[in-house]
Protein backbone atom coordinates (compact mmCIF):
# COMPACT_ATOMS: atom_id res chain seq x y z
CA UNK A 1 0.00 0.00 0.00
CA UNK A 2 0.93 3.49 -0.25
CA UNK A 3 3.62 4.61 2.27
CA UNK A 4 6.03 7.27 3.70
CA UNK A 5 9.70 6.53 5.24
CA UNK A 6 11.11 9.49 6.31
CA UNK A 7 14.74 9.72 8.76
CA UNK A 8 14.35 8.64 12.16
CA UNK A 9 15.94 11.17 14.79
CA UNK A 10 16.20 12.95 17.10
CA UNK A 11 18.83 14.87 15.50
CA UNK A 12 20.42 17.53 17.27
CA UNK A 13 22.45 20.60 14.81
CA UNK A 14 24.30 23.43 16.32
CA UNK A 15 22.17 27.03 15.37
CA UNK A 16 23.54 27.78 11.67
CA UNK A 17 23.89 24.04 10.42
CA UNK A 18 22.71 22.22 7.42
CA UNK A 19 19.52 20.40 7.96
CA UNK A 20 18.31 17.68 4.89
CA UNK A 21 15.85 15.28 6.22
CA UNK A 22 15.03 12.45 3.59
CA UNK A 23 11.54 11.39 2.76
CA UNK A 24 10.90 8.51 0.23
CA UNK A 25 7.01 7.53 -0.66
CA UNK A 26 5.38 4.16 -2.22
CA UNK A 27 2.17 5.65 -3.83
CA UNK A 28 0.16 3.86 -6.82
CA UNK A 29 -0.05 7.10 -9.28
CA UNK A 30 1.13 10.18 -8.54
CA UNK A 31 0.19 11.67 -5.13
CA UNK A 32 0.82 15.34 -3.51
CA UNK A 33 3.58 15.23 -1.12
CA UNK A 34 3.67 17.69 2.12
CA UNK A 35 6.03 18.76 5.16
CA UNK A 36 4.25 19.45 8.01
CA UNK A 37 6.06 21.12 11.41
CA UNK A 38 4.66 20.60 14.92
CA UNK A 39 6.13 22.63 17.56
CA UNK A 40 6.37 21.35 21.42
CA UNK A 41 3.22 21.32 22.83
CA UNK A 42 1.15 21.90 19.29
CA UNK A 43 -0.54 20.54 16.48
CA UNK A 44 0.69 20.39 13.26
CA UNK A 45 1.33 23.06 10.81
CA UNK A 46 1.89 22.26 7.37
CA UNK A 47 5.39 23.34 6.54
CA UNK A 48 5.51 23.08 2.66
CA UNK A 49 3.87 21.20 -0.39
CA UNK A 50 4.37 20.14 -4.19
CA UNK A 51 1.67 18.65 -6.12
CA UNK A 52 3.28 17.24 -9.21
CA UNK A 53 6.57 15.72 -10.24
CA UNK A 54 9.62 18.64 -10.32
CA UNK A 55 7.54 21.33 -8.30
CA UNK A 56 9.54 23.01 -5.66
CA UNK A 57 7.80 23.49 -2.31
CA UNK A 58 9.61 26.23 0.03
CA UNK A 59 8.67 28.21 3.31
CA UNK A 60 10.95 30.29 5.75
CA UNK A 61 14.24 28.71 4.44
CA UNK A 62 12.81 25.49 4.03
CA UNK A 63 12.72 23.94 0.15
CA UNK A 64 11.64 20.52 -0.98
CA UNK A 65 11.20 18.79 -4.51
CA UNK A 66 8.87 16.50 -5.52
CA UNK A 67 11.43 14.01 -7.41
CA UNK A 68 9.45 11.24 -9.28
CA UNK A 69 12.26 9.14 -10.28
CA UNK A 70 13.34 8.64 -6.95
CA UNK A 71 10.09 8.81 -5.22
CA UNK A 72 11.45 11.52 -2.69
CA UNK A 73 10.61 14.45 -1.14
CA UNK A 74 13.87 15.69 0.98
CA UNK A 75 13.42 18.75 3.18
CA UNK A 76 16.47 21.11 3.61
CA UNK A 77 17.46 24.52 5.00
CA UNK A 78 20.81 25.86 4.64
CA UNK A 79 20.86 27.64 8.51
CA UNK A 80 18.64 25.98 10.81
CA UNK A 81 17.75 28.46 14.24
CA UNK A 82 16.88 27.85 17.66
CA UNK A 83 13.02 28.34 16.52
CA UNK A 84 13.30 25.82 14.41
CA UNK A 85 13.40 23.13 16.74
CA UNK A 86 9.96 21.04 16.49
CA UNK A 87 9.27 17.76 14.76
CA UNK A 88 8.49 17.62 11.59
CA UNK A 89 6.33 14.82 8.80
CA UNK A 90 6.93 13.52 5.65
CA UNK A 91 3.14 13.31 4.14
CA UNK A 92 1.44 12.22 0.63
CA UNK A 93 -2.43 12.33 -0.23
CA UNK A 94 -4.12 8.97 -0.92
CA UNK A 95 -7.54 9.45 -2.75
CA UNK A 96 -9.36 5.77 -1.83
CA UNK A 97 -12.68 5.07 -2.43
CA UNK A 98 -13.52 9.02 -3.19
CA UNK A 99 -12.10 9.78 0.26
CA UNK A 100 -8.93 11.80 0.31
CA UNK A 101 -6.45 10.90 3.36
CA UNK A 102 -3.26 11.84 4.43
CA UNK A 103 -0.64 9.39 4.57
CA UNK A 104 2.24 10.42 6.99
CA UNK A 105 5.67 9.17 7.94
CA UNK A 106 6.64 8.80 11.92
CA UNK A 107 8.28 11.99 12.33
CA UNK A 108 11.43 13.14 12.83
CA UNK A 109 12.18 15.12 15.93
CA UNK A 110 14.92 18.20 15.87
CA UNK A 111 16.89 19.93 18.33
CA UNK A 112 19.07 23.15 17.55
CA UNK A 113 21.12 24.52 19.99
CA UNK A 114 22.49 28.08 20.23
CA UNK B 1 -10.57 34.52 13.73
CA UNK B 2 -11.20 31.03 11.40
CA UNK B 3 -9.38 28.18 12.64
CA UNK B 4 -10.10 24.97 14.85
CA UNK B 5 -11.06 24.16 18.36
CA UNK B 6 -10.20 21.63 20.66
CA UNK B 7 -11.24 21.69 23.92
CA UNK B 8 -10.08 20.62 26.68
CA UNK B 9 -6.26 20.96 26.30
CA UNK B 10 -5.74 18.40 29.10
CA UNK B 11 -8.13 15.34 29.95
CA UNK B 12 -8.21 13.60 32.60
CA UNK B 13 -10.42 10.29 33.20
CA UNK B 14 -10.86 6.82 35.24
CA UNK B 15 -10.18 3.41 33.76
CA UNK B 16 -13.53 1.97 32.22
CA UNK B 17 -15.09 5.52 31.76
CA UNK B 18 -16.13 6.89 28.21
CA UNK B 19 -14.86 10.35 27.26
CA UNK B 20 -15.80 12.92 24.38
CA UNK B 21 -12.96 15.30 23.19
CA UNK B 22 -14.31 18.04 21.20
CA UNK B 23 -13.11 19.62 17.88
CA UNK B 24 -14.98 22.57 15.93
CA UNK B 25 -14.17 24.41 12.98
CA UNK B 26 -15.45 27.56 11.29
CA UNK B 27 -13.59 27.58 8.09
CA UNK B 28 -16.20 25.90 6.40
CA UNK B 29 -14.44 22.74 4.95
CA UNK B 30 -16.44 19.53 4.28
CA UNK B 31 -13.99 16.82 5.35
CA UNK B 32 -12.61 16.71 9.02
CA UNK B 33 -10.86 14.10 10.60
CA UNK B 34 -9.02 12.25 13.87
CA UNK B 35 -5.68 11.65 14.38
CA UNK B 36 -4.05 9.51 17.59
CA UNK B 37 -0.15 10.49 18.09
CA UNK B 38 2.09 8.47 20.12
CA UNK B 39 5.62 8.57 20.83
CA UNK B 40 7.86 7.52 17.73
CA UNK B 41 4.32 6.65 15.97
CA UNK B 42 4.10 9.33 13.67
CA UNK B 43 0.10 9.97 13.30
CA UNK B 44 -2.73 7.13 12.97
CA UNK B 45 -5.81 7.96 11.53
CA UNK B 46 -8.73 7.15 13.40
CA UNK B 47 -12.09 8.40 11.57
CA UNK B 48 -12.96 10.91 8.86
CA UNK B 49 -15.88 12.36 7.35
CA UNK B 50 -16.12 14.02 4.41
CA UNK B 51 -19.78 15.63 4.26
CA UNK B 52 -22.06 15.85 7.30
CA UNK B 53 -24.12 12.87 8.56
CA UNK B 54 -21.41 10.35 6.88
CA UNK B 55 -17.95 9.39 8.25
CA UNK B 56 -15.31 6.35 7.68
CA UNK B 57 -13.10 3.96 9.81
CA UNK B 58 -9.68 5.00 9.61
CA UNK B 59 -6.50 2.38 10.58
CA UNK B 60 -7.12 2.04 14.27
CA UNK B 61 -11.17 2.89 14.66
CA UNK B 62 -11.66 0.30 17.14
CA UNK B 63 -12.67 1.43 20.55
CA UNK B 64 -13.81 4.82 19.25
CA UNK B 65 -17.05 6.58 17.85
CA UNK B 66 -18.00 9.76 16.03
CA UNK B 67 -20.80 12.14 14.93
CA UNK B 68 -20.86 14.06 12.00
CA UNK B 69 -24.66 15.66 12.93
CA UNK B 70 -23.27 19.41 12.19
CA UNK B 71 -20.39 20.59 9.27
CA UNK B 72 -18.44 22.52 11.93
CA UNK B 73 -18.31 19.85 14.18
CA UNK B 74 -16.60 16.51 14.50
CA UNK B 75 -16.54 15.12 18.40
CA UNK B 76 -14.34 12.17 19.08
CA UNK B 77 -15.39 9.32 21.80
CA UNK B 78 -12.96 7.16 23.17
CA UNK B 79 -15.17 4.20 25.09
CA UNK B 80 -14.02 2.17 27.52
CA UNK B 81 -13.12 -0.50 25.18
CA UNK B 82 -9.99 0.89 23.94
CA UNK B 83 -7.08 -0.76 25.34
CA UNK B 84 -4.66 1.93 25.48
CA UNK B 85 -6.68 5.66 25.38
CA UNK B 86 -3.51 7.59 26.74
CA UNK B 87 -2.57 9.16 23.79
CA UNK B 88 -2.35 12.97 21.88
CA UNK B 89 -5.49 13.53 20.10
CA UNK B 90 -5.48 15.81 16.91
CA UNK B 91 -8.08 16.60 14.97
CA UNK B 92 -8.14 18.34 11.20
CA UNK B 93 -9.82 19.25 8.61
CA UNK B 94 -9.47 20.22 5.03
CA UNK B 95 -11.53 21.92 1.95
CA UNK B 96 -12.31 19.15 -0.78
CA UNK B 97 -9.17 18.10 -2.38
CA UNK B 98 -6.68 20.08 -0.42
CA UNK B 99 -4.22 19.83 2.68
CA UNK B 100 -5.22 19.81 6.11
CA UNK B 101 -5.58 21.77 8.52
CA UNK B 102 -4.91 20.88 12.49
CA UNK B 103 -6.19 22.12 15.59
CA UNK B 104 -3.87 22.31 18.70
CA UNK B 105 -4.70 18.86 20.06
CA UNK B 106 -6.23 17.38 23.31
CA UNK B 107 -3.96 15.10 25.74
CA UNK B 108 -5.66 12.48 27.29
CA UNK B 109 -4.60 10.57 30.10
CA UNK B 110 -6.48 7.44 31.39
CA UNK B 111 -5.91 5.98 34.87
Known amino acids: GDSVTQMEGPVTLSEEAFLTINCTYT??????LFWYVQYPGEGLQLLLK?????DKGSNKGFEATYRKETTSFHLEKGSVQVSDSAVYFCALDLTQGGSEKLVFGKGMKLTVNP | DGGITQSPKYLFRKEGQNVTLSCEQN?????MYWYRQDPGQGLRLIYYSQIVNDFQKGDIAEGYSVSREKKESFPLTVTSAQKNPTAFYLC??????????FGPGTRLTVT
Open chain 2, 27 to 31: LNHDA
Open chain 2, 92 to 101: ASSPQGSEQY
Open chain 1, 27 to 32: ATGYPS
Open chain 1, 50 to 54: ATKAD
